[in-house]
T-cell receptor, first 109, second 112 residues
Framework: GQNIDQPTEMTATEGAIVQINCTYQ??????LFWYQQHAGEAPTFLSY??LDGLEEKGRFSSFLSRSKGYSYLLLKELQMKDSASYLC??????????WGAGTKLIIKP | IAGITQAPTSQILAAGRRMTLRCTQD?????MYWYRQDLGLGLRLIHY???????GKGEVPDGYSVSRANTDDFPLTLASAVPSQTSVYFC???????????FGEGSRLTVL
């Protein structure tokens, strides 16, 4: 079966750095996506990785290792507004997105 | 403002009733999707449409139907609602072939 695993909840301090991990087992791989979802709101696109390595976009970076079935989202200089759930999703061989349950990130002052 | 509009935002429904959730986009995206989101679970695809006139079944299609008469509209119908269909429903669209989805604000449905 297809499976996306990520931690249920993480806590970090304002100004710090946090790494949210995602491991996956899917039938085929056509890219990995990270989305941010604030409570009560819709998910919004953050990043896309299809090749191994690090993609940096401002305070957010995403890393992919296809051989390990592993990705992480790195958030630097944490701000209170970064409190949200972070969803990992993999596009499978049918070009459908398989979603993880999300990681709720709590930022403390 | 361009984007996806869902209606209603919230609805309480008696079991056995028929319900249609509306979804309209003005971005001229070919692909549209309906997901449900339940606590502790990832987004699950109900139905999708790659282009007007075509639809496909996702991971959890039972009890739901969709139509895609034109590019902009993609309604989701529950023919006879059951309590297990209590969920938050998200409509989304994308340029076909990309994984960057644009989501509506969601419709919270409670079936009693």
């Amino acid at each position: 079966g297809q499976n996306i695993d990520q931690p249920t909840e993480m806590t970090a301090t304002e100004g710090a750095i946090v790494q949210i991990n995602c491991t996956y087992q899917t039938s085929g791989f056509n890219g990995l996506f990270w989305y941010q979802q604030h409570a009560g709101e819709a998910p919004t696109f953050l990043s896309y990785n299809v090749l191994d390595g690090l993609e940096e976009k401002g305070r957010f970076s995403s890393f992919l290792s296809r051989s390990k079935g592993y990705s992480y989202l790195l958030l630097k200089e944490l701000q209170m507004k970064d409190s949200a759930s972070y969803l990992c999703a993999v596009r499978d061989s049918n070009y459908q997105l398989i979603w993880g349950a999300g990681t709720k990130l709590i930022i403390k002052p | 403002i361009a984007g996806i509009t869902q209606a209603p935002t919230s609805q309480i429904l008696a079991a056995g009733r028929r319900m249609t959730l509306r979804c309209t986009q003005d971005m001229r995206h070919n692909a549209m999707y309906w997901y449900r989101q339940d606590l502790g679970l990832g987004l699950r695809l109900i139905h999708y449409s790659n282009t007007a006139g075509t639809t496909g079944k996702g991971e959890v299609p039972d009890g739901y139907s969709v139509s895609r008469a034109n590019t902009d509209d993609f309604p989701l119908t529950l023919a006879s609602a059951v309590p297990s269909q209590t969920s938050v429903y998200f409509c989304a669209s994308s340029v076909e072939g990309t994984g960057e989805l644009f989501f509506g604000e969601g419709s919270r449905l409670t079936v009693l």
